[in-house]
């Protein structure tokens, strides 16, 4: 079989199965998976009972629940779907995130409906990163359909945690030996190796007030401007780290503040 002869048919099997795709990715989309507060685990059931309906078995890792607590989720559970052709090859790893910032507000959809209009689909996490589920699962499945890989393995990795680190995703991966690919494939926006994303340091901060009468207010503490004050000099932060010439987005401060 020629290359353009495997390429095409791959197209043909995806085209064939687009419909399916979609409806796959919509029930993705249908199970939040809003970080913060990261309460991830039902979406990783979920996924692995799609997995399981395609043939696909996905194991089910879940870190410990206090390293997860420590990293500011609520629960965690990594899938991995392993495939392996042959002895000898190498194993490749795809990876993508399933958490994604809340929805805030002025949505004209359910941002939860996986609503398909005209063309397109809406949702959280359509794009960045359930869409990967979907296109990481489906070309696994064509190429087994198509080319039937006789080497090396697949791994696909599905995680929870890419907007507070990875470190209870695919870094906790790694470090316990569950995975050990040669190759990998995860979300990127460029074709060359970089560094390019800024960390996010998580805090909290309780600022402590002190009452007095109304009559003679200069004789308390507002922990309100106090908590303002705060808030104004992490901004100025923001501002520094846009002078940096290292091109990459601003960094993000999360903050929970406790008057």
């Known amino acids: 079989m020629t290359t353009n002869t495997a390429n095409h048919q791959l197209d043909t099997w995806i085209d064939q199965h687009f419909d399916e795709e979609v409806k796959f990715l ?23 009972e799609l997995l399981q309906g395609m043939g696909l078995q996905a194991e089910q890792h879940a870190p410990p629940a206090q390293m997860v607590k420590d990293a500011g989720l609520e629960s965690i559970t990594n899938l991995i779907v392993r495939r392996k052709y042959g002895d000898d090859g190498k194993t490749i790893a795809l990876n993508a995130h399933g958490d994604v910032v809340p929805p805030g507000e002025g949505w004209s959809v359910d941002p939860y409906g996986g609503v398909v209009k005209d063309g397109f689909i809406y949702g959280r996490a ?47 991966l790694l470090s316990q030996g569950l995975t050990k690919p040669d190759l990998m494939i995860a979300a990127g926006f460029s074709y060359q190796v970089v560094v390019a994303h800024n960390g996010c340091l998580q805090m909290e901060v309780t600022v402590q007030g002190e009452m007095s009468h ?23 932060l923001n501002a520094e780290y846009k002078k940096s010439p290292r091109k990459s987005k601003a960094s993000r401060i999360r903050i929970s503040i406790s008057v």
Do not use: M
């Not at 939040?32 to 996924?47: E, I, K, S």
């Not at 489906?138 to 929870?160: D, M, Q, W």
């Open 26 to 48: 919509q029930a993705l989309i249908q199970v939040p998976t809003d970080t913060p507060p990261g309460n991830n685990t039902p979406h990783a059931l979920r996924t692995a």
């Open 126 to 172: 359509a794009a960045v990163s359930k869409c990967d589920f979907a296109t990481f699962t489906f070309a696994l499945r064509a190429l087994e359909a198509v080319a039937k890989p006789s080497r090396g393995a697949i791994e696909l990795h599905f995680t929870y945690d890419e907007e507070f680190g990875g470190e209870v995703g695919p870094a906790w």
């Open 214 to 236: 109304a009559a003679i207010p200069d004789s308390s503490c507002d922990a309100l401007q106090g908590a303002v004050h705060i808030l104004g000099e992490l901004y100025k």
